[in-house]
């Protein structure tokens, strides 16, 4: 049974049910990249049900901000309110919960880390020269990165680095050579397109799914308008970027 592979959750309850629903009944464990809460409304109720599963995680950087693990100065403005809105909510046992995540897991042949495998927790591999840079930093045949919210992979032949653009619902089988791959984002996708990303993988037959499913984006704004979020915040959700 593949492995439903999310990141970027951002405490976006609505996206997070579509995915389910959309992949239910084809996978039997979860694989998430970081970045569970921040920005969106449901901070507890996305730990909670991610925690319904079989499932690991990994900690983002905005998990990081939100339990003071790093200066919320290196953030914008919007999403140092929203950090400190979410600490506000976060209740005790979904903070301890967070506090064991890790930033880093092996799990052969795949490294899984939020940003990259040079930067676990930082660092934008938007472009093949930064991938290409970060083929150095791990060992693995694949590393799964999440922290762009844009869906895509990069793959390492010979001397030169391919960019392959996300083919949605068309499972294939991963490369013989090195590739960093994103799934994209659940909560709060940047690629220009507002519907909540995620991928699916067979372990055994080293099969990739990229996948989109649109979501009641409205339900997500009226929540984050509710609680005072910022405009911008909610704006970019319509928008996808
Ligand atoms: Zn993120």
Known sequence: MPILIISDIHANLAAFEAVLADAEGQWDTIWCLGDIIGYGPNPNECVDLLRQYDHISLSGNHDWAVLGKLDINSFNDEAQTAVRWTQSVLREDVRTYMETLPTTLLKEPFTLVHASPRQPVWEYILDAYTA???FSYFDTTYCL????????AFQQENNHILVHQPDYR???TLSETRCIINPGSVGQPRDSDPRAAYALLDPETLTWEYRRVDYPIVQTQEQMNKIGMPEKLITRLAHGW
């Open 145 to 152: 990165v999440g922290h762009t919210h844009v869906p895509g």
């Open 132 to 134: 290409a840079v970060n």
């Open 170 to 172: 068309q499972p294939r």
